[in-house]
């Protein structure tokens, strides 16, 4: 990854964060809470990733086999990172993570694929950011592959911006803060 990368210069935002309700496009009710270190809330997430569609997984993640989900999960809902959950009911329907990296945090988003194409992402990166702001953090990229523009339409909508498209992944970043406390 980069190591000069570049955000921009305005503050995006505000989001709103978590806990956050809607109806979802299909008409499910669906909750956005920020991961609660339950036990509960780790089963469904662990079952949420062993359901996740192969054709889904992008840079090697979520990983495909529960030993090594259940790792991965360990990394990511540990130490400093933030973690939001799309709940339908009891079922962990999305998730995604701020992971701190320096001086800013790097973004990954997930919803398994009986949930797509219902803003279901759109209010969890929303909802994260939210989290995030709220949380002091300044700075937030993400990787994407170019190839996938449903994402980078996504990401550009919410106010993420290309900050290096040289590789066959593109990076984009957004600013939640300027370091200035008020």
Known sequence: MSANRRFPDTVAGPFESPPVRFTDGAGREIEIRAYDGSDREYEALASMYDEFDPADRAQGIPPSDERRIREWLDNILGGDCLNVIAWDGETAAGHATLVPDGDASEL????????????????????????GAESGVEKVWLTVERWNQPAVGLYKKIGFEISDSESFEMEMAIRLGDGESG
């Open 108 to 131: 990954a988003i997930f919803v398994l694929q009986a949930y797509q194409e219902a803003g279901i992402g759109t209010r969890l990166m929303k909802a994260l950011l939210g989290y």
